[in-house]
């Protein structure tokens, strides 16, 4: 980022920037997205217009569909275990074209949702405050031994003993 544009964030937010992050933020209290714009800045709109395109170019290089369709699955999580029609109707595509698209990149909805479920697993078995079953149930799963047979399988180990050997 040149100095020049850092110059403009700092007149224009009013706060210190980080250059060369990774990633930044801009925060701020909940209630002021609802306030309206008092005046026009020309020169803020061109910042964020830059800072959009950047961010548009940065998505349309870096993710697959797959990683579209895995970040659905994810914000589907929060609310119930995502399947294939919920994600599908989410993307707006029907569900044969879905899975068209996961095959050309060699993947299913399955193991993208696998991938999801293992990776929340290793986290919640870091705290040892969950126990196995409670871990289960809030993956989905309706009994702790079906959990442990998939985390078999994705890992090799059981979750016992990945916990007890620190693996996860």
Request: charged letters at 25%; proline letters at 2%; one cysteine or more.
């Amino acid at each position: 980022m040149s100095t020049e544009l850092i110059i403009k964030y700092e007149e224009a937010f009013g706060c210190k920037i980080v250059a060369n992050a990774k990633q930044f933020y801009l925060v701020y209290d909940k209630e002021y997205a609802y306030l309206p714009v008092k005046t026009r800045n020309a020169d803020l709109m061109l910042i964020l217009e830059q800072h959009v395109a950047d961010v548009q170019k940065r998505i349309t290089c870096d993710s697959t569909f797959s990683m579209t369709v895995k970040n659905v699955m994810i914000e589907n999580y929060k609310k119930q275990a995502p399947t294939i029609s919920s994600v599908s109707d989410s993307l707006a595509v029907s569900t044969r074209n879905l899975q068209r698209k996961l095959k050309e990149e060699n993947t299913r909805i399955q193991d993208l949702l696998n991938e999801i479920k293992q990776n929340l697993a290793d986290s919640y078995l870091k705290n040892n405050s969950l126990s196995i079953t409670e871990i289960s149930f809030m993956l989905g799963y309706a009994e702790p031994a079906v959990f442990t047979k998939a985390y078999k399988k994705w890992t090799g180990l059981t979750p016992e003993i990945a916990r007890s050997k620190a693996l996860v």
